[in-house]
Nanobody
Framework: QVQLVESGGGLVQAGGSLRLSCAAS????????MGWYRQAPGKQRELVAV???????NYADSVKGRFTISRDGAKNTVYLQMNSLNPEDTAVYYC??????????????WGQGTQVTVSS
C-alpha cells in the first residue's frame, strides 16, 4: 500500500508564508510526477504546481513568482513553499504523485488534504 501524508497547513495572515510537505511511503519502486492541487469552497480542484522526476516544474499562473515546488527524492517528499499569500489562496491543498509499485506500474495517489486559510 502507498500513502501520501501532507503537513504544514494552517492559518496565516495575508502576506505571510507557509511551507507544505507531502511524504509518500509504502512499497514504492519509483515516483514520476509529484504535484499540488487545491480546492476552494464551491470551486473545482485546480492544479497549483507540478514537478517531474527530472526536476522540471510547472505552475498555475495565479501562483507564479510566489510559490515554489521542490522534491527530495531520497525522502519521497514534495514541498510547496508559499510566499506572499492572499485570501484567494485559501483552500484545501492536496498533493498527488504518480507512483510505480510491483502491483501497479503507474498509478496516481492522493493525500488527504491540508487546510490553508489566509486572513485579510
Amino acid at each position: 500500500q502507498v500513502q501520501l501524508v501532507e503537513s504544514g497547513g494552517g492559518l496565516v495572515q495575508a502576506g505571510g508564508s507557509l511551507r507544505l510537505s507531502c511524504a509518500a511511503s509504502g512499497s514504492i519502486l519509483s515516483i514520476n510526477d509529484m504535484g499540488w492541487y487545491r480546492q476552494a469552497p464551491g470551486k473545482q480542484r485546480e492544479l497549483v504546481a507540478v514537478i517531474v522526476s527530472g526536476g522540471s516544474t510547472n505552475y498555475a499562473d495565479s501562483v507564479k513568482g510566489r510559490f515554489t515546488i521542490s522534491r527530495d527524492g531520497a525522502k519521497n517528499t514534495v514541498y510547496l513553499q508559499m510566499n506572499s499569500l492572499n485570501p484567494e489562496d485559501t483552500a484545501v491543498y492536496y498533493c498527488n504523485a504518480k507512483i510505480r509499485t510491483w502491483s501497479r506500474p503507474s498509478y496516481v495517489y492522493w493525500g488527504q488534504g491540508t487546510q490553508v486559510t489566509v486572513s485579510s
